[in-house]
Structure formats: structure tokens, C-alpha cells
């Protein structure tokens, strides 16, 4: 049989073609699988870069909130320090006016007490007068002192007399006639360190007054007695000898 018959070389391009087809779908498949094994790592490495930018992008809030936190955390603490200063400065302003109101008081009352007096000693450091316009009235201030160690408190009555001539002849007019007979009993006092007690007293008609007399009657202890020139007592300055 010759070969070179048609019907042979048909059939083996028949064969060739099918070996070409069978070889065409071999390497398609290949091409394919190979795309599709890319494209899953592609998109493998896709998820694995989202999940990485997620898991950082979670712990930059986390410390954006820590750090918020202990921002206003810092801010609190600022506030409280500034309000804690505040108070503070009042606190030593008012400690700052309240030494400064006890010096001035402790240099009133030196000036008051004096380098003589003795020690626990009640006494009347001065009295000042103050007429009443059209009238024999006169408003009057007395300042007592003591200097009792320790600030003890004394308490008693104060009366005042006044001598002077009436009808050409001395007189005396006690506190009842000065005050008034509500006033017999004298007025109190009670103090520490130092009192003014204030009060009133009217001169009767046809009285010319010389000499202005306190006495002072505390509950435990003696009596004491100052006397003081009228026109002295007039100008407010005069100490009791």
C-alpha cells in the first residue's frame, strides 16, 4: 500500500491536530491555574496588608486614646494646683492682714499700757469729752487697759463723778445724777486687753465742772479710782495720771 495515499495523511493530521488541541488545553490550563494561584496570593497579600494596616491602624487609637486620657488627666491636675494656689494665696493674704491688724493692736495697746505699768494691773489710760450743741449734755469715751499675762478676761462697772462749784461752793455730782437714776448701777465693762466704753452724761444747770473722776469696780480685785482736769478731758488727748 502506498503511503502517500490521502487517507493516511488525513489521519495524521487528524492525530497532529488533536496532539496540537490536547497541548493548547494543557498550557491554557496551566496559564489559567497559574492566574488563579497568582491572583489568591495577590489577593492573599492584599488581606495580609489590610489586616496589618488595620491591627496598626487599631493601636494608633488605643494610644491616641491613652494619650488623650492622660492629657486630661494633666489638664485636671493643672486645674486643681491652680485652684489649690488660689486658695492659697488668699489663705496667706488673709494670714499677711491678720498678723498686720495684731501688730497694730499690739502697738495700740503698748501705747495704751505703757512701760510703767505694772503686770495684771486694771487701770484708765484716758477719757475724752464731747460737748452736745445747745445743751449741758456730753458724750463721753473712757479707754481701760490691763495687762493680765495669759489675756484673762476682767469684768466689772464703771461710774463716773464730777467735781466742781455750785452756788459758790464745791460739789460732787455722783453717776446717778450725771446719768440719770437708770444709770445708778454704773456701766459695764469686760475685756482682755483693753475697752472703750461709751456713754453720756448731762451737768445741771448753775455746775461748773473742774475735775472729771472715773472709778472702776471690778468683780474680783480692788477698786480703782482716776481723776482727770475737766478742760483736759475736753480736749480728747489727756491720759489719767
Known amino acids: 500500500m502506498n503511503d502517500s495515499s490521502p487517507k493516511p495523511r488525513l489521519f495524521r493530521l487528524r492525530v ?29 497579600h492584599r488581606a495580609a496588608v489590610s489586616k496589618g494596616s488595620a491591627a496598626r491602624a487599631f493601636a494608633l487609637a488605643r494610644r491616641n486614646e491613652d494619650l488623650q486620657n492622660q492629657l486630661a488627666i494633666l489638664q485636671r491636675d493643672r486645674q486643681v494646683s491652680q485652684i489649690a494656689d488660689r486658695v492659697l494665696q488668699r489663705n496667706l493674704t488673709g494670714r499677711d492682714e491678720e498678723i498686720r491688724s495684731l501688730r497694730a493692736d499690739q502697738a495700740f495697746y503698748s501705747k495704751l499700757v505703757g512701760a510703767d505699768t505694772q503686770p495684771g494691773a486694771l487701770a484708765v489710760h484716758g477719757i475724752a469729752l464731747k460737748p452736745i450743741a445747745r445743751t449741758r449734755a456730753y458724750n463721753f469715751a473712757v479707754t481701760l487697759t490691763q495687762s ?25 455730782l455722783d453717776w446717778s445724777e450725771l446719768g440719770g437714776p437708770a444709770a445708778s448701777d454704773g456701766l459695764p465693762f469686760a475685756f482682755k486687753y483693753f475697752q472703750q466704753v461709751q456713754g453720756t452724761l448731762m451737768l445741771p444747770g448753775g455746775f461748773t465742772p473742774n475735775r472729771i473722776r ?3 469696780e471690778p468683780q474680783d480685785g480692788a477698786a480703782v479710782t482716776r481723776s482727770l482736769p475737766w478742760s483736759q478731758a475736753l480736749e480728747g488727748a489727756g491720759a489719767m495720771p
Do not use: N, S
Open 214 to 216: 472715773v472709778t472702776l
Open 148 to 172: 493680765a499675762e495669759g489675756g484673762k478676761q476682767i469684768q466689772g462697772k464703771l461710774m463716773i463723778a464730777v467735781e466742781g462749784i455750785r452756788a459758790d461752793k464745791l460739789a460732787v
Open 16 to 44: 497532529f491536530i488533536a496532539q496540537r488541541r490536547r497541548a493548547l488545553a494543557g498550557l491554557l490550563a496551566a496559564v489559567v491555574l497559574l492566574g488563579v494561584f497568582g491572583l489568591g496570593v495577590l489577593a492573599g
